[in-house]
């Protein structure tokens, strides 16, 4: 059993629930999505952790009652091999922790630097991530999903895919500041950098969670389940 930390600070955690759902489905890997709204339920038996996309200003206020947001911190410093997985808000909580802790990214990253919402955008991202195929996707999944992109071949659940594209939805997204990446790229749209894994760090500037491709939460799962088995 895996148990996934989920911080319900604010934003899109219902649709990352659910996208592991379907994610731990896909591996056969057993779950327990723990919801996290205060620091007490941050705890050593977590496996991995999500930190979901919405409003970062907004994260770090609805945090500051119940120090939700540095019992996370705190998590990541004591665990550095258990996975997360930040997308867009969460991606900037993961490069910009606060004054008092040192960065999670080797990135810097800037707010809302696409635009206003108006300029908010879905587009095809190319990814270099090794994500487990999955065994149990059911064969009608091979529908071009609703961007019209052909999902890709089922594996046999060890098989890892590499190489491939992502339906990219970008809302208020942060960017990374391109010159100070010194971890690996594994998201790009055309020649700019929007995901980057810095050990077991992975923060996407887009929202993975409101698509119907549940790659990266694969990639969660397995890595968690790597890391809990000791390998
Ligand atoms: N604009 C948001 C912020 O600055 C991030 C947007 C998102 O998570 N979709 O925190």
Known sequence: MVRVGLAMLQGARHEHAEALRAASK????EIEVVELRSAGEVDGH??????????STAMRKASRSESLLDALFAWMEEHPKRPVLGTCAGAILLA??????APFLRAGISRNAWGRQRESFEAEVDITLEIPAGSHIPSQIAKRD????????VGDGLSLEYNSTFPGVFIRAPRFDQSSIKCTPVASLGDETVGVLDGQRLALTFHPELT????????LLHQANLARRGM
Do not use: A, M, T
């Not at 910009?96 to 802790?101: A, C, K, N, Q, T």
């Not at 119907?212 to 990639?219: C, I, K, M, V």
């Open 96 to 101: 910009s922790p606060g004054e008092v802790r």
């Open 46 to 55: 977590l496996d991995c952790l999500v930190l979901p996309g919405g409003e």
């Open 26 to 29: 896909q591996l056969d890997i």
């Open 212 to 219: 119907g491709d549940y790659r990266f939460h694969r990639w």
């Open 146 to 153: 609703k961007f019209n992109h052909q999902p890709l071949p």
